[in-house]
């Protein structure tokens, strides 16, 4: 049934794009239909190495997003568990959330250069500071029953944050981490947008400067769809990772 | 401790994406052959002149190889030449300018292409002459070569920049919102020149075919590649003379190498392709002059650093604009 509701949902956007595209003059301009995007989307395929650019693309998502997550939970935990911690890096943090990421890709070339790298700290920048107060705050909101019991079993300190505070906000904090995933995908079409070779961002920018308005489309479509799957392969094996977590 | 284990395992997972990247590039220069020079280019093919002496083995028969990046914005090819990561950029005249006042230290080597008819300004059928355009809304985007031509029509016009009232916005879009009815009039470049006639009170009020040499393609140096390699950049432009006779000679299969490297349709290379005028070895001779007869290059530099500076888009003009030409390159 929700499987039904979804093709529907994705049937009725398809249908109104179509309708929108037939009443558009000029559409091959303003808005290519669904049918000429798929055409587009072939010829990239097949005539562009599009496959190439968009393995680059998840190659840098991947880095970025991971060195994110990786610097980024160690972080969010101090800040959750530790008053002291919090004072000092909560207010750092808070005012670098607030940088805008697409501005500052000037200054991360002259610091970087503009290789792959690049990429990945524009990912970086973008995503880490997001996921530290989703981690803090998921780790604040720990039950005050669940740390009591953990204190009655022993732990304290140091353990009681490993063995209470950090399970219990595992199956949020990897939700967490699935939603910055998609903020990583944004990201890299904005680094690839302005300096890149390859990549999806680059075809689009490529594309768009010529007006292959049906390219442009294809190419965003294509995210849509790669973020559909990244989404789809983190949320299967959450109940394997997580089997105490529990999910209306 | 599970979820430690997991944690650690997903430490050495990233660790091991790190490590190996898909796109196996050669990491280290080959010794007998010159390095390659590294060229950024924003997407457009009036910088074909290269793309073709690199696939025909102009260079490589000159023992010279080019590595050809892509950087959109002047902001972000003034970082990678302020790095160094890269030892030129394809420009206009003008924009040369504006790096310069950026602090970058390059000399102009190359004029790739003269644009004539590529980039332009449209208006509605109303404005009949450049000096209509006096307080009306026209799209163009600050500090690129679309505002500058503005800016030089404005002074032909006897008009000052205030005059005008700018909406500013990205070059390629100020095309489309002037075909979409939102702006007076628009400074934009082919595709949307050709585009014009899609708004039905629209038209060609004026494009670079009008007044050439004003919106000129060129391949943009750091000074210290220069410098150290004064020989390699005298080989670089004999090739790029090369390339632009030889497509003379076979424009077929030269459109088919431009329109395969930009992923255009091999039509809508051509139209485009249409709208410049590549210049080779002795046409660039005279539009460089010499440094004691510089010839119109430098003059439509040194507009470019009045307009600029005028206009706010640089503090101030900078001291010698004449050193931004290089008289060295073999051209003259």
Known sequence: ??????????????LAWQLASSVTPNAAVFLPSPLAVLHALQDLFIEQGFLTDILDSIYRVSVGFLLAIAVGYPIGLLIGTSARWAAWLEPLNEFARYLPVAALI????????????????IIFIGTVFQFVPMVSSSV???????????????FRGCSRVIRVAIPSTAPEIYDHARICLGWAWSYVIVAELVAANTGVGHVIIQA???????DVMAGIVTIGIIGLLFDAAMRLPKAMLFPWSRER | MKILRRSLIVAMLSLAVVGCKPTGEAPAPQVTKAAPFKIAFNTWLGYSPLIIAKEKGFLAKRGLDAQVTFLEGIGEKNAALLRGDIDGVGHTADSAVTSASAGVDGQIVYVFDESYGADGVLAAKSIQKVADLKGKRVALEPGFTGHFFVLSLLEDAGLAAKDINVVSMETGNAGSAFVAGKVDAAATWEPWISKAAQRSDGKILVTSRDRPGRIIDVLFMNRRTIEERPDDIRKLTAALDEAVNWYRQHQTEGDQIIAKFWKLPLDEAKATVAGVRFMNGRENAAFFGTSTAPGQ??????SANRLWATAGVIKAPIAQPGHLVYYGGGSN
Do not use: C, H, Y
């Open chain 1, 1 to 14: 049934m929700k499987q039904l509701v979804a093709v529907a949902s994705f049937g009725l956007a398809l």
């Open chain 1, 106 to 121: 000037p200054l991360v070339i002259v610091w970087f250069g503009i290789d792959d790298l690049q990429k990945i700290v």
């Open chain 1, 140 to 154: 604040r909101r720990v039950p005050v029953n669940l740390l009591e019991l953990g204190t009655l079993m022993g």
């Open chain 1, 208 to 214: 768009q400067r010529f007006i292959q308005t049906a």
């Open chain 2, 297 to 302: 290059l430098a003059k439509t530099i040194e």
